[in-house]
């Protein structure tokens, strides 16, 4: 009997020694692995093709477009008359504000004001095309983080398991192993082995993500470049610093700033090198979030474009 005690207690070390160093081993390969998961590396929310379908050189003289327009800013906003102007519409809008007291004009005023009305069409298309494609990209960028925060979820799990059993082995093998040398082997293996699972448990980056994006319109706005991705009456009303309820800045230049010091805690060097203005590479579930709140951002800037074309209706009041 006491020589099958002893082949018990050595099966038994033997068993716990060995679950230890599995458990160890796959603690570290968890924690040193990166796997990149490839799930929509191409956006599928890109338009098939860029247009702009107000397309005219706009000038961004706007000192000498306020002088020659007195007469309309005695009725309408600033920010309307730089809407007009970045539409090409402040000739007409000017000419059936002076005919209009006439009813022998009424085809003219009718012809000017089917432009007008055409134009204004387009501003509403150009602005709900953009803003289309960055709600559809926000939702596809909020997909993907509830899939890798699932997995890290998991992952986590499974190491908190881990652990747990690794603690357990390691309190048995105490009990049972009379041998001090073994004991403290044992003891010190798993103590080892539980820190590493810790230390994976704590690991912010978790798993990774590959994402391409050479259409990618928070670079145009970290830039303060435009390229053709962005419409040319969006970009002016975007950068013309009248517009903005200060006018010391452009609407495009106090995003970029707000992104700087909410995204990335002030850092710019940090933000300039951040994947979310590059065109792709590898995202963790942080420069996921931040993608998706900038995304979000932009939208509204693009939406608030809306008002001032509600405003300017209101002041026109045909």
Not at 29 to 49: D, F, G
Not at 71 to 97: C, Q, Y
Not at 288 to 297: A, D, G, K, T, V
Request: aromatic letters at 6%.
């Amino acid at each position: 009997m006491p020589g099958n005690s002893t082949k018990y207690k050595t099966a038994l070390i033997r068993f716990v020694a060995v679950a230890i160093g599995l458990l160890f081993l796959n603690a570290c390969t968890v924690s040193r692995k990166s796997v990149h998961l490839m799930i929509n590396k191409e956006s599928y929310c890109n338009p098939p093709v860029s247009i702009s379908w107000i397309d005219h050189a706009i000038s961004h003289n706007m000192d000498s477009v306020f002088v020659s327009n007195q007469v309309l800013s005695k009725k309408f906003s600033v920010p309307s008359i730089i809407l007009m102007h970045a539409l090409g519409i402040l000739d007409e809008v000017r000419v059936v504000d002076s005919l209009k007291e006439d009813t022998a004009n009424n085809i003219k005023i009718l012809q000017l004001s089917q432009r007008i009305n055409v134009r204004v069409l387009l501003a509403n298309a150009e602005i709900g095309a953009i803003a289309a494609e960055l709600d559809c990209e926000g939702q596809r960028i909020d997909q993907i983080v509830k899939y890798v925060e699932s997995l890290n979820a998991k992952r986590t799990t499974r190491l908190t398991v881990a652990s747990l059993l690794i603690g357990a082995a390691t309190g048995v093998s105490g009990a049972l192993v009379s041998n001090s040398n073994w004991n403290k082997g044992i003891a010190i293996g798993g103590g080892v082995a539980g820190a590493g699972l810790g230390i994976a448990t704590l690991n912010p980056k978790g798993r990774k993500i590959e994402l391409v994006h050479k259409r990618n319109l928070l670079r145009n706005v970290w830039l303060q470049e435009n390229n053709h991705d962005i419409p040319s009456f969006l970009w002016f009303m975007l950068t013309e610093k009248r517009i903005s309820n200060a006018g010391a800045s452009s609407l495009l230049a106090n995003l970029k700033h707000r992104w700087i010091r909410y995204q990335f805690d002030g850092n710019a060097d940090n933000a300039g090198a951040s994947v979310n203005f590059s065109e792709g590479g590898i995202y963790q579930a942080d420069d996921l979030h931040n993608r998706s709140e900038m995304i979000n951002q932009l939208q509204a800037e693009i939406r608030s474009f809306e008002q001032y074309i509600n405003i300017f209706l209101k002041e026109l009041e045909w």
